[in-house]
Structure formats: structure tokens, C-alpha cells
């Protein structure tokens, strides 16, 4: 067909035209009558070298200039310098003075609580021979058998001097966790001291004389046995057992019959009460049978010196 001139007029296509050469269809005209505001170069070379707005200036001129100097200003600032420096060396000296004394005294009494723990280790290990070298003389001087020895081997599993093993229950008494340290404004995070210390020496006591009372033979407290004379005391805040420290976690082995001691003890307001705190405080509290504890003896049951058995004589058993 060709290629033919159609000229610059619309050519139609279905019903819409295309717009001629340099015509828009949308197009809309300028807008007159507006403002055009130019920002010259000179204009912002005087905002950069000179910011500050004329009224300050003016301000400044209304106030009128400032007061002069007195004479004694530098001297009064130098003088406070002066006194504040002196007050904190002062302060500093006072502080640290008594530091070396305070280290001498420490040091000392640490060395002494050291060799008493020495001389306590020292003086547990005699003891332990000397009841060995009595057991060897009694059991050459008795009979093995009989009524006397079975007498006085009962006697010494009583008052706890000899290890012993056997069935029974182990109860468990735990601090709850600690819990996080408390933020304080200015100082450092803080635990409460009776967040983390809840169990006392009563309830290690309520524990233990509940399980004398429901038939047991033999307490150990922590592997410490107890005996008549045994002591569960509470100094600041640790558990004393025979004046030894205990802390938690703390394990009560009972030996006796198992089945009456777990049953009796289950159903005791001792369990009852510390099931309670369990819930309450979130302190670990359990109890369990055991087929064979180990316990073993207590070399530090003291001599009587004032009680005496029903055969001797009044005043033969003092010092």
C-alpha cells in the first residue's frame, strides 16, 4: 500500500483522537498571577556569616552593660577551692588512717580461727584413736557374746558413739532460690536478707523430734549423728549442729522401721506445715524410704560427771 502524508491534523482511531504534534490532552496552563519567591546568593551568605537575630542585640543595649568585677571575687573562688580541697584530704586521711590497723586485726583474727580449726582437727583425730584403742581393750577384757556386751553395744548405738546402718526415711529441707537482686536508685542491686534465709534451727528441731517421736533409733543432721547431749542452735544465720555449720541443703536420715516412719511422719502437722510452706514460699521440702543408710558415729558425746546409775554410790560419779 505504501506510505502516505496525512498531514497534522487528528487522525481518528475508534472514537478517540490522537492529539496533534506538541498538543497534550491533559495539559493544563500555567498558573498566573502567583508570587515567586527567590532566595538570592547574597541572602543566605548572610544567614551563615551573620545568625543572630537583630532583637538580641537590642535586648542586649536595653540591659545596659554588665556590672564590673569586684576585687575579692577571684580571691573569695580562689579561698573555696582551697577549703573544699583541704575538707577533702582531711576526709581521705580520717578514712584511711585506721585502714592498716583495720588489716593487721583482720589478718589476725584469721590466723587464730585457723589454728583453732587445726587444734579442733588435731584434737578430733586423738579422740577417734583413743576410742579405738578403747574398743580394742574392751573386746579383750568382755566376752564377745553376751548378755554385757550386747548391753553395752546397745548403749553405744543409743548415745550415737558408734556407726550405724540401716532402713529408714531421709527428709530434705531446701532454701528457696535467691531470688534477682532489686535494682535501687544510686546503689547496687540488693537481695533482701530474709529472701534467702527462711529456714531457722526450729524447723530443723520440729523435723527431728517428729521423727523421735514416730520411732526412730539414729539421726544424722547433714552427716552429723545426733547424741543425748546434741545441740541444733542458730548463730546470725547459719544452722549450728553440735556447734558445726550447717546450710542447705538439709538432709535429716532417720533409721528405724521405714513403713511406720514414713507413714507416721506423712500424716504429722510437721509435714503438713512445711507441704504448706512448700506452696507458699517455694522451699524445697521432701521425704523419702530408704532401704540402708549409712550414719555413722559421734566421738564427741562428753563424759557424765554428774549422773549415775542407780548402783553407785551418792557422790561417786562428781568431779
Known amino acids: ?20 504534534a506538541g498538543r497534550f490532552p491533559d495539559a493544563q496552563p500555567p498558573a498566573t498571577g502567583g508570587v515567586v519567591t527567590r532566595v538570592t546568593t547574597q541572602r543566605l551568605v548572610e544567614l551563615v556569616l551573620n545568625p543572630r537575630e537583630p532583637g538580641y542585640e537590642q535586648a542586649a543595649r536595653d ?33 584511711n588512717r585506721g585502714a592498716p590497723q583495720a588489716a593487721k586485726v ?5 590466723t587464730r580461727v585457723r589454728s583453732a580449726q587445726q587444734a579442733d582437727d588435731s584434737l578430733q583425730r586423738r579422740v577417734e584413736q583413743l576410742n579405738a584403742e578403747l574398743a580394742t581393750l574392751r573386746a579383750a577384757a568382755l566376752p564377745s557374746s553376751g548378755a554385757l556386751a550386747r548391753r553395752l553395744q546397745d548403749a553405744e548405738i543409743l548415745t550415737g558413739q558408734v556407726a550405724v546402718r540401716g532402713p529408714g526415711v531421709e527428709v530434705t529441707l531446701r532454701e528457696p532460690p535467691a531470688p534477682s537482686p532489686t535494682a535501687v536508685p544510686g546503689r547496687a542491686g540488693t537481695v533482701p536478707l530474709a529472701a534467702t534465709h527462711i529456714l ?28 543425748p ?41 510437721t509435714a503438713s506445715r512445711y507441704n504448706t510452706l512448700k506452696s ?40
Not at 526450729?202 to 517421736?213: C, G, I, M, Q, T
Not at 548463730?235 to 541443703?249: F, I, K, M, N, Y
Open 280 to 319: 507458699a514460699d517455694g522451699i524445697g521440702f521432701s521425704f523419702a524410704e530408704k532401704g540402708a543408710l549409712d550414719l555413722p558415729g559421734n566421738a564427741a558425746v562428753g563424759a557424765l560427771h554428774y549422773a549415775t546409775g542407780p548402783s553407785t554410790a551418792p557422790g561417786g560419779g562428781g568431779r
Open 1 to 20: 500500500m505504501g506510505l502516505h502524508d496525512l498531514g497534522d491534523g487528528a487522525v481518528p482511531v475508534g472514537r478517540r483522537r490522537v492529539p496533534a
Open 106 to 110: 583482720h589478718d589476725s583474727l584469721v
Open 229 to 269: 547431749t546434741s545441740a541444733i542452735r542458730f548463730a546470725g544465720q547459719a544452722v549450728l549442729v553440735d556447734l558445726q555449720p550447717v546450710t542447705s541443703p538439709y538432709v535429716i536420715e532417720a533409721i528405724g522401721n521405714p513403713n511406720a516412719l514414713i507413714t507416721a511422719f506423712a500424716a504429722s502437722e
Open 63 to 95: 540591659r545596659g552593660p554588665n556590672p564590673p568585677r569586684r576585687w575579692y571575687d577571684r580571691p573569695a573562688v580562689v579561698l573555696g577551692c582551697f577549703v573544699a580541697g583541704f575538707v577533702i584530704v582531711v576526709g581521705y586521711v580520717h578514712t
Open 200 to 227: 531457722t534451727d526450729r524447723d530443723l528441731r520440729s523435723v527431728v523430734n517428729e521423727l523421735w517421736a514416730d520411732g526412730a533409733e539414729a539421726i544424722a543432721v547433714n552427716g552429723i549423728r545426733l547424741t
